[in-house]
């Protein structure tokens, strides 16, 4: 995550890599001529798998496929960068190791977006738990407070709801008819 092609800065590992930048990288780092170099083993190892997958020469193969960008580029500018790689790379490099690193790359893209997608959805659902119960609390806390109780008239808690309700459950004297 720190090689040049994907770092966002010196010393800042990078965040994101494109299934078309890591191809060119895999690429880059098995032509040996990159900016950074494997270790001899991992090196071969690369260059064998590279090999079996049917690209014999990965500078070249790399140089091609930035020669196609290039005139992608020039010919069609509203493409987007990792589309012109994407064409890039499916023209001047099509292999079975490509085939295999597509198709590996999106489904380990989706894998992780699928759990991005339910970690996400869990602490949606957390959070909105916890605002409903603090609100609920602060409504409870508030409804209890001295402050309400003082404020209710005397004679309405006396007679209970109904006296709110404009209902007189108990008789007073103007109530009261004489036969």
Do not use: C
């Not at 193969?61 to 493409?79: D, F, M, T, V, Y």
């Amino acid at each position: 995550m720190r090689h040049p092609l994907i770092a966002e800065g010196k010393r800042k590992l990078g965040t994101v890599i494109h299934r078309e930048e890591f191809t060119k990288l895999l690429l880059d780092f098995a032509s040996g001529t990159g900016a950074q170099k494997l270790e001899v083993d991992a090196h071969d190892a690369l260059k064998k798998a590279l090999e079996e997958g049917g690209i014999t020469d990965p500078d070249q193969a790399l140089k091609n496929i930035r020669a196609i960008s290039l005139q992608l580029e020039a010919s069609n500018p509203e493409l987007s960068n990792h589309l012109r790689d994407g064409l890039a790379i499916l023209h001047e490099a099509p292999s079975d190791f490509v085939a295999r690193v597509n198709s590996w790359f999106d489904q380990t893209i989706d894998r992780v977006s699928q759990r991005f997608t339910t970690y996400t959805h869990w602490i949606t659902i957390g959070v909105s738990i916890l605002v409903v119960l603090a609100v609920q609390l602060e409504h409870d806390r508030d409804s209890r407070s001295p402050m309400d109780r003082r404020s209710i008239p005397k004679h309405h808690s006396e007679r209970g709801d109904k006296a709110v309700l404009g209902k007189d459950p108990v008789p007073t004297k103007r109530s009261k008819r004489k036969p």
